[in-house]
């Protein structure tokens, strides 16, 4: 899949869900729930131990529906991007910017999602080659902080993590983001051992942000 494909099937979609776990097996039962819900965007995080191999065996298991897009997080440097792009990652998330990683990233042609703070964060991604960019931690920085972002700079694509749960989708999407990523709000019913409920709860991610959209338009 090419880097723009993945692009839109990520604010397509419009959810990516941040999947953490103690286990590969609770890691990969954590993406196939949020997959059969329609959250088909994965930002597996190298949180979890053996992460690599569990990208590889996500890669592996969906490489025939062009709807998934398997994705790494908390990537920190070039040697563990190039890893992850040679598991099979598809796009490269991090909590913050680091140029190695976008020279990395944009030598695979693999989107590369670093989080940024400030407007100057912003813009300096954006100089990287950084086509969607993560605000975070979400819930300090909140919805208004996009809005002002896109003032000066409304061809920005802003996608805020941390604190994005149900009843704040709206508010960011209101504010002009691209997508939305979600963690523990999306997957909590993990923790249970209830996967039903995480593709239950991922179902009404999706509904919430195309409900969102669709008021936009109006």
């Not at 609770?26 to 329609?38: N, Y």
């Not at 190695?100 to 940024?116: I, L, W």
């Not at 249970?192 to 179902?203: I, Q, S």
């Amino acid at each position: 899949m090419k880097k723009f494909d993945i692009l839109n099937q990520i604010s397509n979609t419009g959810v990516v869900a941040v999947v953490r776990g103690n286990s590969a097996e609770q890691a990969i039962k954590i993406s196939d729930a949020c997959i059969e819900g329609g959250v088909t965007n994965i930002e597996l995080t190298y949180t979890v131990p053996g992460a690599r191999k569990i990208i590889e065996s996500l890669v592996e298991k969906y490489q025939g529906n062009k709807n998934v897009v398997i994705g790494a997080g908390s990537v920190l440097d070039a040697e563990t991007c190039k890893g992850a792009i040679e598991a099979g990652a598809q796009f490269i998330v991090a909590p913050s910017f680091n140029p190695e990683v976008a020279f990395c990233c944009n030598r695979y042609q693999v989107p590369y999602v670093p989080g940024t703070q400030t407007v100057k964060e912003v813009v300096t991604a954006m100089e990287y080659g950084s086509d969607v960019i993560k605000v975070f931690p979400g819930d300090i920085l909140g919805p208004r902080f996009v809005k002002d972002v896109k003032g000066p700079l409304p061809y920005a694509n802003l996608m805020p993590s941390g604190g994005v749960d149900l009843d704040n989708i709206a508010d960011w999407v209101k504010a002009g983001v691209v997508a939305v990523s979600a963690g523990s709000s999306l997957t909590a019913g993990a923790k249970k051992g209830d996967y039903a409920l995480v593709t239950e709860t991922a179902k009404k991610f999706v509904a919430e942000f195309n409900r969102a959209k669709a008021e936009l338009k109006k």
